[in-house]
């Protein structure tokens, strides 16, 4: 069941294919494509020149560059270098850039000429960021210092790369999304990252290497990391890569008959199903499967996905924490719609009353905890977090879940998001689900507001679905048919947009603040 084959160094995995399938193509973005053997020639060379900059094992260096064939290579090239990646969003600001470098006590950083002024000012700010790597994209400006990223990847370094067999120490920190608080860096091995793949991805979605992966996903989130970047590598697959998602691309790329793969979080697809309502007889020829994680995929869209495409949607459930997977639904057997699945194979999931600590029974709700060979080895330096966070081996999510008889598990919210009122605890995703329903509303998310005698109350934020009008009294009356009195939202708040992660969590301490301001 365990493609063990699958585990092993990444300069290991990318020789493999570069011997067995030289001309195959690995990547491919807008501007550019590489094949296995340019992509182990490429990543060689940046590892070495990496090395010969004085980089060492161990040392942190940052990708700060949007999704491309440029940001996988860097990623790929720092491991085999022996250092630790850490992704950085392309749109993060100066100063959460700042943070990750100065936490992670980076080296060094490879981004673009766009983000050249940056730099200038961070190098002046830490002095042990000594090396700076610019790509071509955009236009050089005068304090655009540094060693050019095409002249590195194209020669030869005084270097061979490293590629260490080490695979249990620290190779990626991944940044959490921040939606709760600061974030926090995770420390992942490429053990725990591929034993995903070769536990989850491989065996149970099926991922090979006759697939053509389509990704969307920001490739700075553990999700994307592990399955559209590593998973790939692992298996030998190609994949296209979108700067951003993009619903007219991707649905381009769906109807070309190309893509057999394509992983989103629910946000996305429901986009694509908006856009079929336009375009009514539109198919997906060669696509085999979609996967959905990152936020919890309401039922009825699974259900009307599958039904218009007339293809499988697998929801699963994963955090960074765990190297991404915890859970994911099967392609073969039964499936609980509106479940995120079965636990992966070899991971050892509980969930227990938070305030006892003992097991619930099934179809109780209590916090989620996991043990598993995924399980990262920390956060970056920061013990005191670490040691709440894992105990006696198990690490406490902090996410709410019910299971099932048959094992299938639901979750259900955040410990931290239930809204609590007058005593009876309500689930925000409940709500929004039945939000969801009503045919007005494109998206929307459900927090707690004060109330001076029941603590908190729940209020909803809508986005309206294009050319609707939205009635607030039609819209609770449609949630009265589906929710108990005391979860009923008591107000209704028009939006543009729903602030999320890039990995589809709802950011709801944004919109708590709206209710602050307000």
């Known amino acids: 069941m365990i493609h063990t084959e699958l585990i092993a160094p990444l300069g290991t995995l990318l020789r493999r294919h570069a011997q067995s399938k030289p001309d ?25 020149h990496l090395q010969d900059a004085g980089i060492e094992p161990g040392d942190c260096v940052a990708i700060f560059l949007p999704n491309s064939v440029e940001w996988v290579e860097s990623c ?108 926090k860096g995770v420390l992942l091995s490429q053990r725990s990252m591929l034993w995903v793949t070769a536990a989850c991805w491989a065996p149970i979605a099926g991922l090979n290497e006759n697939d053509h992966v389509l990704s969307t996903l920001p490739l700075f989130h553990s999700y994307a990391l592990n399955l559209t970047v590593l998973s790939i590598v692992a298996v030998g697959a190609s994949e296209y890569i979108l700067e951003k998602f993009s619903t007219t691309e991707v649905m381009a790329q769906l109807k070309s008959g190309r893509v057999t793969l394509f992983p989103g979080v629910p946000t ?35 259900q009307e996905f599958e039904r218009r495409f007339g293809v499988m949607l697998l929801d699963g459930y994963g955090i960074t924490e765990t190297s991404t997977m915890v859970t994911l639904n099967w392609r073969s057997g039964s499936r609980v719609m509106g479940s995120c699945g079965l636990p992966v194979p ?25 043990r598993g060979p995924n399980l990262m080895q920390g956060y970056h330096r920061k013990p005191e977090e670490t040691a709440s966070a894992v105990r006696n081996g198990w690490y406490y999510t902090g996410d709410l879940a019910k299971s099932d008889s048959n094992g299938f598990l ?109």
């Open 76 to 183: 790929l090239g720092i491991v085999r270098a022996g250092a630790v990646s850490v992704p950085i969003s392309y749109d993060a600001t100066a100063h959460e850039v700042a943070y990750r470098i100065e936490d992670a006590n980076c080296k060094a950083i490879i981004t673009s000429n766009e983000r050249a002024d940056v730099m200038a000012k961070l190098q002046a700010e830490y002095p042990n960021l000594r090396t700076v790597i610019l790509t071509d994209r955009g236009a050089a400006s005068d304090s655009a210092a540094g060693l050019r990223y095409a002249d590195l990847r194209a020669n030869v370094a005084r270097s061979l790369p490293r590629d260490l067999d080490a695979i249990d120490e620290p190779s990626f920190i991944v940044y959490t999304s921040g939606t709760t608080g600061r974030a």
């Open 346 to 370: 070899g991971l050892s999931t509980r969930i227990i009353d938070p305030v006892s600590g003992l097991d619930v029974a099934p179809g109780a709700e209590g916090e989620l905890i996991v």
């Open 268 to 302: 996305v697809f429901h986009y694509l199903l908006e856009a079929a309502r336009a375009e009514p007889d539109v198919q997906f020829p060669g696509l085999r499967l979609c996967l959905s994680a990152g936020a919890i995929m309401p039922a009825p869209v699974n």
């Open 410 to 518: 639901t979750i259900t919210g955040r410990l931290k998001e239930v809204i609590i009122r007058g005593g009876q605890n309500i689930a925000p995703s409940e709500v929004e689900e039945a939000c969801c329903a009503f045919p007005a509303v494109l998206d929307c998310a459900v927090v707690g507001a004060p109330h001076q005698h029941l603590g908190e109350v729940p209020v909803v934020f809508v986005v309206p679905r294009p050319g609707a009008t939205l009635v607030e009294a039609e819209l609770i009356t449609h949630c009265r048919e589906r929710l108990s009195s005391y979860k009923l939202p008591h107000a209704v708040h028009v939006v543009d947009e729903i602030p999320r992660t890039g990995s589809g969590k709802i950011i709801r301490f944004k919109l708590k603040e709206t209710l602050t301001a307000s």
């Open 24 to 48: 195959k193509l690995a990547f491919q973005d807008s501007k550019t494509s590489v094949n296995y053997a340019e992509l182990e020639h490429a990543t060689a060379n940046l590892a070495g």
